[in-house]
């Protein structure tokens, strides 16, 4: 008998939705998993947070096994204002305070070294800039680092493992959220009521920066990603290979 079935043989009373009791075992699933990961790597241990659908769930999950795991988010000083009253209203539900990773240059120095609008004519620079040079200090002392990236997202994270070897920043990744479905997230969110970005309820499913290029409504029946770099190849901000 598997895992699962193990499970649900035990916690089923005959009046229990199989449904539930199947989210109940992939959530505690990845529980353990965090739980794991903390106990192995803590306190070198830390928590990506874009305060996205996955990201809140983590927040929440992560409240849950350790409240002293640093919690960082990158300050792109682009982001929408829903995204910071998401991050404003975790911070008030749950007591943790994510550390702000800030780019060497001000959005005001980026313009006098890169002029205008760097995103619109070579995204992958304002990228390096804005995230990618933040997230290589964030992670510089750490062991480890949990992220939400999931298989379903995007073919450039369909290999994605629960754990691996991150030889992009010399450090393991921990990708909890991996094997979960976009409804899995969505049912976690509404089952604990975590806080979410609103955003996400008009047609953006991947939030990134407030700019006329990283960040627009997905139409439907168009990929997720679509949303990101719109009429750049660009799929990637560069944090994740």
Not at 104 to 131: F, M, S
Not at 175 to 191: C, K, Q, S
């Amino acid at each position: 008998m598997t895992q699962l079935a193990t499970f649900l043989k035990a916690q089923t009373n005959g009046q229990k939705d199989p449904a539930i009791l199947h989210r109940t075992f992939e959530a505690e699933q990845t529980l353990a998993i965090l739980r794991w990961a903390v106990e192995r790597y803590f306190p070198k241990i830390t928590l990506a947070c874009s305060f996205g659908a996955e990201d809140v769930v983590l927040f929440d999950m992560i409240s849950r096994v350790n409240k002293k795991v640093r919690v960082f988010y990158l300050d792109t000083q682009l982001h929408f204002k829903e995204t910071l009253e998401t991050r404003d209203r975790l911070v008030e539900r749950y007591g943790i305070t994510p550390v702000a990773m800030k780019p060497k240059l001000t959005a005001e120095q980026q313009v006098e070294e890169h002029g205008e609008a760097l995103w619109e004519r070579n995204p992958t620079l304002c990228c390096n800039l804005r995230k990618v040079e933040p997230l290589t200090r964030a992670l510089a002392e750490q062991d480890a680092w949990i992220t939400g990236i999931r298989r379903q997202q995007a073919p450039t994270r369909a290999n994605t493992a629960l754990v691996e070897n991150d030889e992009k920043f010399g450090l393991i990744k921990i990708n909890p959220l991996a094997h979960w479905r976009d409804d899995d997230v969505w049912n976690y969110i509404r089952e604990h009521d975590v806080p979410y970005n609103p955003l996400h309820d008009r047609d953006y499913p991947s939030i990134g920066c407030n700019t006329s290029v990283c960040t627009r409504p997905v139409k439907p029946g168009e990929d997720p990603r679509s949303g990101r770099w719109a009429g750049f190849a660009k799929t990637e901000c560069g944090l994740h290979k």
